[in-house]
């Protein structure tokens, strides 16, 4: 059964189209339905949620929890401050690469989050003060409440070594295209691309707007889960490509062409490997936000 409510949004720019997501999850529930093999292998995708609830500390799905949360707070606060598109899925990144390497308990999580914003913003050409980033994390955290003056200037200074921690861990190698432009690029520059989906697929221009609504959708999502830890940007925007023609059951590949038109980015190993993990992101939010349930 699928239940939609929108008690569960995507915050600022990553926000579904409930419509469009409402698709999403049906075509999920779909796909997830052809790969199981029994009835009871699709009773544990939809009761994830319930295991290992009472495991330790240090466990896997305790720190994936803390890492969420910590991707909700960057993009909660990238809302409050306004800033651009680019700029929050630039400090999803550096959190994801961060926490590739630190452990989210021996780091201040809140400081760590902060400084992924404040940082994303200069990068993206939209920088905040120091102030308003850590003022509007502390307000995303701590509703009708204003931070002690004391306090507020601690985490100033704080937040500045937590950037220059972050430079220095990235390698100053933070000018890094992402996902989403590298998205852009495909849907907009890729003749192959077109050709295959308006000459092979025969797509029309509303079926083309669709497409490329859907791709963004998932493109966007793909930024909340450390994809870009293993994978590379284009890599991740050409699997979103082609997760979308499959959910709508078509074809991946021209039979007549010597080369597939993701050749280009990716082999059809990492599209997959991409696929599962991005999959298996999207129907656990669906699941904890109650769009989905077992009957």
Request: hydrophobic share 40%; proline share 3%.
């Amino acid at each position: 059964v699928i239940l939609m409510h929108e008690t569960y949004v995507f915050p600022f720019f990553l926000v579904f189209d409930i419509s469009q997501r409402s698709v999403l999850v049906h075509w999920f529930i779909e796909w997830i339905a052809d790969r199981a093999g029994s009835a009871e292998e699709r009773e544990n995708v939809s009761n994830q949620r319930t295991m290992n609830e009472a495991g330790p500390l240090e466990s896997d799905r305790f720190v994936e929890r803390v890492k969420r949360s910590c991707v909700s707070l960057i993009i909660k606060t990238g809302k409050l401050l306004k800033i651009d598109h680019t700029a929050v899925i630039t400090a999803l990144s550096f959190l994801h690469r961060f926490y590739g390497e630190y452990s989210v308990f021996k780091n201040d999580r809140f400081l760590v989050s902060m400084a992924c914003v404040y940082l994303g913003g200069k990068v993206a050409d939209c920088p905040k003060s120091s102030r308003d980033v850590l003022v509007s994390g502390f307000s995303v955290l701590n509703p009708n409440k204003k931070p002690d003056k004391s306090w507020l200037e601690e985490a100033r200074k704080k937040l500045v070594k937590a950037e220059r921690v972050l430079l220095y861990q990235t390698g100053f190698k933070f000018s890094i295209k992402t996902a989403n432009e590298h998205m852009m690029d495909i849907l907009l520059k890729d003749e192959r691309l077109g050709t295959f989906l308006k000459g092979t697929l025969g797509m029309g221009d509303q079926e083309l707007a669709k497409f490329n609504r859907l791709s963004n959708t998932l493109v966007n999502s793909s930024a909340k889960i450390p994809l870009v830890v293993q994978h590379d940007p284009k890599a991740i925007a050409a699997a979103c490509v082609w997760f979308v023609i499959k959910l709508l059951k078509l074809p991946d590949t021209d039979l007549n062409q010597p080369r597939p038109w993701y050749a280009a980015y990716t082999t059809a190993e990492e599209l997959k490997e991409v696929s599962e993990q991005l999959s298996s992101a999207l129907v656990r939010e669906s699941i904890e936000a109650g769009e989905l349930t077992s009957t």
